[in-house]
């Protein structure tokens, strides 16, 4: 069947009030960032629905780049007809008969926006599906759980034909819900912490810590991979790359070997703050899980949230390793992850982390030593990298600053 329309629901978008309209700009520009390698394609957005005008494009590749999009709640293959009785039963027949298998069943299911069509519900019903038994030999009505379900929507100026109701990813659109810091690392956890973030309509920038020689360039290239798949759903994404060496050498030469791992979060935490700051972010997401290592037990947490007052969102923080595992692997990120290149967060590692570390204890031992100079250079020098879906990226090493 040659679909000339793609119909959009927008699911949790419906719920909004006033300001529905902001959040279907933003589902919007996705949807535009997202088919932008088909040209021919028009879009028109209305307060409840989305149509995208396929123009001769190939349509199944538009839908398996929309899936992904968040706010998009299911979206459907759709002609439009105009509103004349016979050349609607040629597109429902057509329709019916594209998908039709031998001992399938099917029913009509119709949405009478307007009114003043000659036909009632029960009478479109009636009509349409009379019409299909009679054109489709041994084909069989199923109104509770039918093979076929052609929709019928009736507006006040065309109509519109569908079959197939296709998920989309749910949530709110990127960008509806402000912007938000991402400590992303090398592992499994902080990339998923971001994919949870982004469907609650957050935009994200990426923050890495490299610590060369001691981290590789392989390292850092597993990191820019990461940050081009979140980037897929978006269309773009910045990585902020903050050179840690000589941070991590002085933790190493100055604080107690336990408390450490304690205060390397602490410092990775303020450093992170500052470039939300900068790039007027409102939150730091991380992909703590509760109890999982030494700095996510509830004290730890506790210790190292100290040098800030900005919101820091863990969407993994309840979840089970195994789960966070199947969603990596969903969102295609787990087989990256798993590269063996350690990030810093691996290399400088206690033998005997502290797992209930004091805060008092640690602010004593930082203060010890002027720390305030290699964090202001860290910051000073990161390279921040914009990172598109097609893989091209540009550097900006220090504009930002």
């Known amino acids: 069947m040659?679909?000339?329309?793609?119909?959009?629901?927008?699911?949790?978008?419906?719920?909004?009030?006033?300001?529905?309209?902001?959040?279907?700009?933003?589902?919007?520009?996705?949807v535009r960032i997202a088919l932008a390698p088909f040209p021919k394609i028009k879009i028109r957005a209305e307060r409840d629905r989305m149509y995208v005008l396929v123009n001769g494009e190939n349509v199944q590749e538009m839908i398996t780049a929309l899936k992904n999009?968040?706010?998009?709640?299911?979206?459907?293959?759709?002609?439009?007809?105009?509103?004349?009785?016979?050349?609607m039963k040629v597109a429902a027949l057509a329709l019916v008969k594209g998908l039709y298998n031998e001992g399938q069943t099917f029913k009509i299911s119709t949405k009478r926006s307007d009114k003043t069509f000659e036909l009632d519900t029960e009478g479109i019903n009636h009509t349409f599906g009379g019409h299909i038994l009679k054109n489709i030999p041994g084909i069989k009505v199923n109104v509770k759980n039918p093979d076929i379900n052609l929709k019928i929507e009736v507006l006040h100026d065309v109509i519109y034909m569908s079959c197939e109701n296709i998920l989309g990813a749910g949530g709110l659109p990127v960008g509806s819900s402000g912007k938000a810091m991402l400590m992303l690392?090398?592992?499994?956890?902080?990339?998923?912490?971001?994919?949870?973030?982004?469907?609650?309509?957050?935009?994200?920038?990426?923050?890495?810590?490299?610590?060369?020689?001691?981290?590789?360039?392989?390292?850092?290239e597993k990191v820019i991979d990461l940050a081009k798949k979140l980037a897929e759903i978006f269309g773009s994404m910045k990585l902020h790359i903050v050179p840690f060496t000589a941070i991590q050498q002085t933790i190493k030469e100055q604080i107690p070997e336990n408390?450490?791992?304690?205060?390397?979060?602490?410092?990775?935490?303020?450093?992170?703050?500052?470039?939300?700051?900068?790039?007027?972010?409102?939150?730091?997401?991380?992909?703590?899980?509760?109890g999982q290592v030494a700095s996510q037990t509830l004290e730890s947490m506790y210790a190292i949230n100290d040098v800030t007052n900005t919101p820091i969102l863990r969407p993994l923080v309840t979840m089970d390793k195994n789960d966070i595992i199947k969603m990596a692997k969903d969102i295609d990120t787990y087989d990256i992850s798993i590269r063996p290149f350690e990030d810093c967060c691996t290399i400088f590692v206690p033998?005997?982390?502290?797992?209930?570390?004091?805060?008092?204890?640690?602010?004593?031992?930082?203060?010890?030593?002027?720390?305030?100079?290699?964090i202001q250079t860290a910051v000073q020098k990161t390279e921040t990298i914009t990172i598109k879906p097609d893989t091209k990226m540009d550097s900006e090493l220090d504009e930002l600053f």
């Open 2 to 30: 040659d679909y000339d329309h793609i119909l959009i629901r927008y699911g949790e978008l419906s719920t909004k009030g006033r300001n529905r309209n902001k959040f279907v700009d933003k589902l919007r520009r996705s």
């Open 351 to 374: 033998s005997s982390p502290k797992t209930k570390p004091k805060r008092e204890k640690v602010q004593r031992y930082e203060s010890f030593y002027d720390f305030e100079s290699l």
């Open 69 to 87: 999009i968040f706010g998009i709640q299911s979206l459907s293959p759709a002609i439009k007809v105009d509103r004349d009785l016979e050349q």
């Open 185 to 220: 690392s090398g592992g499994i956890d902080s990339p998923v912490a971001g994919y949870l973030t982004m469907k609650r309509g957050v935009e994200i920038e990426a923050v890495h810590f490299f610590s060369p020689p001691y981290t590789s360039e392989r390292s850092k």
């Open 259 to 290: 408390y450490s791992m304690t205060t390397t979060r602490r410092f990775m935490l303020r450093i992170t703050d500052e470039i939300r700051k900068r790039q007027e972010g409102l939150a730091i997401i991380t992909g703590d899980n509760l």
